[in-house]
């Protein structure tokens, strides 16, 4: 998971107070965001990207990202295509999501996530042989999420409401158990926030 490497962790992070600050701020123009929800909906798409950079499959990650991004991601890709490897990200499983940032950038919201996750990382070669260490691993990657500031986070039903998507009964989850939708009304998650930049921090 090495071809977004940036270099070491950054030096300094914004106080807690500032983030929290900037959250209010949106939220008052934005009310559907949840932070809680935010956070799990990032989960989703940080757990499918990496799937998917396991199947070599850059197409499948396009919607989740800004075109700068995808480009880059993209050509890791396409380099591990043209020396004939393929990454094998098993076992995945994320122990923590937290949020470290979240700042206005021309005229869009970032959210910066930082995900601890552990997963086997090795290499198959052509010929199916194991290239690298598969002993499983931990890992560290902090991902910003974007939107316009003008864009909305879609808003979750009241608990009673039927399920926007499906029409089935009520439920308190976030997503419906029958048709697995976010039980939100208009646009989706993803269709309004975007992975903008990933860095892999480090490596234990
Ligand atoms: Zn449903």
Known sequence: MSVWDRGGPPADYQPGSEIEGYLQAMAARDPGFELGSFLREAQGVFEDVT????????DASRPFMLPELWDAHREGIDAMRSEALRPVVEQLSVQDVRLVGAWLEDAWDCLLVRFTASSTDYKLNRKGKKVGDSSLRS?????TFAKPMTDLTPASVPPGAHCPNCGAPGQGTVRCPYCGQLRTSGRGFREVWKAASIEELYTR
């Not at 799937?51 to 850059?58: H, M, T």
């Not at 890992?139 to 991902?143: L, P, S």
């Open 51 to 58: 799937r998917n950079w396991s199947e070599l499959d850059a």
């Open 139 to 143: 890992w560290v990657e902090e991902w």
